[in-house]
Antibody
Framework: QVQLVQSGAEVKKPGASVKVSCKTSGYSFSDHSVHWVRQAPGLGFEWMGW????????KYAQKFQGWVTMTSDTSISTVYMEMTSLKSDDTAVYYC??????????????WGQGTLVTVSS | SYVLTQPPSVSVAPGQTATITCGGNDIGRKVVHWYQQRPGQAPVLVVY???DRPSGIPDRFSGSNSGNTATLTISRVEAVDEADYYC???????????FGTGTQVTVL
């Protein structure tokens, strides 16, 4: 079955960086883009961008350009999301999610379990 | 940027119908998707492309989209449907995914 398993919770100080992994299984890794979405405590979702694992192509939301980097390692069917210069308002649960096969407008059909990133001094 | 507005909460009795709206400027020209998020869990896609259901989603879930409002309808509501629901569109102007503000559905 399709699974996306994310790395564990992180606690970081302001100004630090964090790298969250998302290991996929149960489908052809190269055939589906992977999106990253975050959810601040008690709030809604904020789309961060996507990566095409087949060619490494990326699209970032304008807000995250320059300080978020998404990468992939096809040898282990894993995508990564790295954020630099963390601030307290980056505290959120970060999700990876697989784009649905045949999607034309980027909807996602399988989500990771989420990774809580806490930024606190 | 494109804004999607949902009512904060909807309450419904078991067996009745829940209607969740998602308002956006000319949203009828866009394709809308809906997600369910139960407390402490990752979201689940319940409707895509305005009104299609992924495999495994009960036919009690249906969607429509016209004008300035998209709608998710849950028929014959069950206690298990109690969750937050979010709409989503792709905004072609910004080439960004946009999520709605979310609606908490409470089953009385």
């Amino acid at each position: 079955q399709v699974q996306l398993v994310q790395s564990g919770a992180e606690v970081k100080k302001p100004g630090a960086s964090v790298k969250v992994s998302c290991k996929t299984s149960g489908y052809s890794f190269s055939d589906h883009s992977v999106h990253w979405v975050r959810q601040a405590p008690g709030l809604g979702f904020e789309w961060m961008g996507w990566i095409n694992p087949d060619n490494g192509g990326t699209k970032y939301a304008q807000k995250f350009q320059g300080w978020v980097t998404m990468t992939s390692d096809t040898s282990i069917s894993t995508v990564y999301m790295e954020m630099t210069s963390l601030k307290s308002d980056d505290t959120a649960v970060y999700y990876c999610a697989r784009e649905r096969a045949g999607a034309t407008t980027g909807e996602v059909d399988y989500w990771g379990q989420g990774t809580l990133v806490t930024v606190s001094s | 940027s494109y804004v999607l507005t949902q009512p904060p909460s909807v309450s419904v009795a078991p067996g009745q119908t829940a209607t969740i709206t998602c308002g956006g400027n000319d949203i009828g020209r866009k394709v809308v998707h809906w997600y369910q998020q139960r407390p402490g869990q990752a979201p689940v896609l319940v409707v895509y492309d305005d009104g299609d259901r992924p495999s495994g989603i009960p036919d009690r879930f249906s969607g429509s989209n016209s004008g300035n409002t998209a709608t998710l309808t849950i028929s014959r509501v069950e206690a298990v449907d109690e969750a937050d629901y979010y709409c989503q569109v792709w905004d072609s102007d910004s080439d960004h995914q946009v999520f709605g503000t979310g609606t908490q559905v409470t089953v009385l």
